[in-house]
Each structure stands twice: as structure tokens, then as C-alpha cells.
């Protein structure tokens, strides 16, 4: 199985890309890849930079990525109480490009944050929006509280409680 990981974030620090890249580890025998946005970084979209651009090849990169995966998961970073500017400008171009963004991939849909809403807000976003984009969301999880429930250094949820939700949701994508 191919699995792709990435955060919907742009910030090099990103907590959710230590999430994404730990949950995807936990995918077994999966082969996985995790992007980061900054290598997708696009113009602001508007109908008059499609006129200019026409279908930048970062997107369609972005979506040849996604079509040669058996599977997507996206950590969503949570800004003002939805999607980051970084996320929804790629996804925009994206879907400009093909509707159908993710293409039937099987997807676990992530969140966190430092705060003990971890980041629910745009997760449900995430999971009401994925299907209509042609995702078969499998999973969802929100960590809350990431510096209490994440050791850094290790690279894995130390709460085992929360770990164990998260196998648990892993483990959709091996049904």
C-alpha cells in the first residue's frame, strides 16, 4: 500500500506534520511518502491568475501525487476555525484542475493543536467537505493539547489512550 501523509499547514515547525508522518508509520508493510505544501507553493487563486496561469504545474504535481496513492492522510492545521490559507489556496488550484481532488483514495483525516480543542473545528470541515471531492474518508481523529500528548524527541504519541484511537483509526485503512 502507498500511503501519502501531509499537514494542511505551511509552517516548517508544523505539529501536524509530526502527526501526519507518525500516523502513516503506523500504516504496516505501507510504503510512505510525506509532502510538504511549501514545495506546492502557488499564487493566491482567482479566476483572473487561472486566465494568466492556466493549470499550474505545481498542481497538477500536487494531484499526481494524490493519484498515486492508495491512500491520503491529512493533518489539518486550524486557523481562525477553518482550513490554513497554504491548504485551501492548493486545494483551490487543485480543484480547478479536477473536481474530483482525491480521487476515491481511502483518507484518514487528522487534526491537532496546541489548545485543548485540537482542532475539531476544521476536522469536521475536513469530513463533511472530503466526499464531495470524490474522498472516502475511512477515519477521523482530533488530538488535542499536542505538547502534552506528543513526545517530539520520539516522534509518537505518548498518551497511551490517544495512541491507541489513533491505531485504531489507522487501522481502517488495512480493512
Request: glycine share 4%; aromatic share 8%.
Amino acid at each position: 500500500m502507498k500511503v501519502l501523509a501531509f499537514a494542511a499547514s505551511s509552517s516548517k515547525q508544523s505539529i501536524n506534520k509530526k502527526l501526519a508522518r507518525y500516523a502513516a508509520e503506523i500504516v504496516e508493510g505501507a510504503s510512505v511518502e510525506v509532502l510538504d505544501l511549501n514545495d506546492y507553493e502557488l499564487p493566491l487563486f482567482s479566476t483572473d491568475k487561472e486566465a494568466e496561469l492556466g493549470q499550474p504545474e505545481l498542481a497538477q504535481a500536487f494531484l499526481a501525487k494524490i493519484a498515486e496513492s492508495d491512500a491520503v492522510i491529512i493533518s489539518f492545521a486550524e486557523h481562525n476555525g477553518t482550513y490554513s490559507a497554504a491548504y485551501k489556496n492548493l486545494f483551490d488550484w487543485c480543484s480547478r484542475i479536477n473536481k474530483k481532488v482525491y480521487q476515491q483514495k481511502d483518507m484518514i483525516l487528522l487534526a491537532t493543536s496546541p489548545s485543548p480543542g485540537g482542532a475539531a473545528r476544521v476536522l469536521e470541515i475536513a469530513k463533511t467537505s472530503a466526499p464531495h471531492f470524490d474522498g472516502v474518508v475511512k477515519a477521523s481523529l482530533s488530538i488535542p493539547h499536542f505538547h502534552d500528548n506528543f513526545d517530539v524527541e520520539l516522534g509518537r504519541i505518548k498518551n497511551n489512550k490517544i495512541n491507541e484511537q489513533l491505531i485504531g483509526a489507522m487501522q481502517a485503512l488495512q480493512v
